[in-house]
């Protein structure tokens, strides 16, 4: 059965909700196919100490600021999942869960989404999946022979599974820097390694700050000024009170990359070595994208191009919250908000033509 409706947006993660919420606003029809049987999208699946980089005000989805959460100046994770559901209901929006994309084909004046439940036919598609779905493992020599446990950060729960055990977090980015720190407060022989010394944002910037950075640096790059260099311009790390104490309790000293693993730990260019029991790459992401393989629009890097939102060879196409290509922060919830009320006025623009 083959359903049929203005704009199909794929994922039902932050991203998606915004862009429903404003293809509402617009009158624009539209439904949103969510893989995942319940709402929050990736925030669900994080470790239990994560916190939020922004006070709950400055992590908010348009129309609808994010309550406070007692005691705490940083949310949760479960927090920002039960503020995405409430989110959902608030303002009625058409999620359709446990359906599963698999592609997306050009149909004649129409774009054809396939899935796991039938087919839609659409004017228009969003494709909201994030990245969460696509964690990026180095190629590191020795990788494969190491015989101890590898994980990544979609796998990491908390650190009462690697007490008494000696760890590697790998990365310097927020994600490496909370990991290392909750494995850091609860005791674990811990090894931090990074690509460069860790940069810390001052203490007194947060999500609120990245923002403007981010948005400052498109408005320059469009305009054809100096780069501005952005959120990378300020650090890498924001330093959220537990990377903060365990900072300044001396429990985080990053050591340089290793040059490669052995099957028992790692060892570095000097000839040092370290055995250990399992490496936590916290190496990041790629974007969850093979649902648009069909199209046909990835370059000879593999990248997308667009302009905005929208993907420059398939006007009928855009690409919401995969990071700063596809809008100014739009991979956070305070930064999705603006390019997805963008994608809707092109949309409205292109079905009312």
């Known amino acids: 059965m083959t359903r049929s409706t203005g704009v199909v947006v794929i994922g039902g993660g932050q991203s998606g909700l915004a862009a429903g919420y404003h293809l ?177 944002l001052p203490d007194d910037i947060d999500g609120r700050a990245l923002f403007d950075a981010a948005t400052a640096r498109r408005k320059a790059l469009d305009a054809g000024s100096t780069d501005t260099g952005g959120v990378a311009h300020l650090g890498d790390i924001v330093a959220v009170p537990p990377v903060r104490a365990a900072r300044d309790a001396g429990l985080l000293h990053a050591k340089p990359m290793f040059t490669r693993l052995t099957p028992t730990g790692a060892e570095w260019a000097d000839g040092t070595t370290v055995e250990v029991d399992a490496v936590m790459w916290c190496t990041g992401f790629r974007p969850a994208l093979a649902h648009l393989a069909a199209l046909r629009l990835r370059g000879a890097r593999g990248h997308i191009a667009t302009v905005g939102t929208r993907a420059v060879d398939e006007p009928r196409l855009h690409l919401l919250g995969y990071g700063d290509w596809t809008g100014p922060a739009s991979a956070t919830l305070i930064g999705v908000g603006r390019p997805a009320r963008d994608a809707a006025r092109e949309i409205a623009g292109l079905l009312g033509s």
């Not at 559901?85 to 989404?113: C, I, M, N, T």
């Not at 228009?124 to 990245?131: D, L, P």
């Open 24 to 200: 509402r606003r617009s009158g624009i029809e539209h439904v949103i196919l969510d893989a995942q049987t319940a709402p929050g999208g990736a925030w669900q699946h994080t470790w239990e100490s994560l916190r939020l980089f922004s006070p709950a005000a400055y992590s908010s989805l348009p129309g609808r600021f994010m309550p406070a959460q007692d005691g705490q100046v940083y949310p949760d994770a479960a927090h920002a999942v039960s503020y995405l559901a409430d989110y959902e209901k608030r303002y009625e929006l058409p999620v359709q869960r446990g359906v599963r994309v698999s592609a997306v084909r050009r149909d004649g004046g129409h774009l054809r989404v396939e899935t796991d439940s039938g087919d839609w036919r659409a004017r228009a598609v969003i494709s909201a999946t994030g990245t969460w779905t696509r964690p990026f493992l180095p190629a590191v020599p020795g990788r494969r022979d190491f015989r101890g446990r590898q994980l990544h950060t979609v796998q990491y729960v908390s650190p009462a599974e690697f007490v008494g055990r000696r760890v590697i977090v790998v990365g310097g980015g927020n994600s490496g820097a909370q990991i290392a720190a909750d494995l850091a407060h609860a005791g674990t022989d811990l090894t931090w390694v990074t690509q460069r010394p860790p940069r810390y």
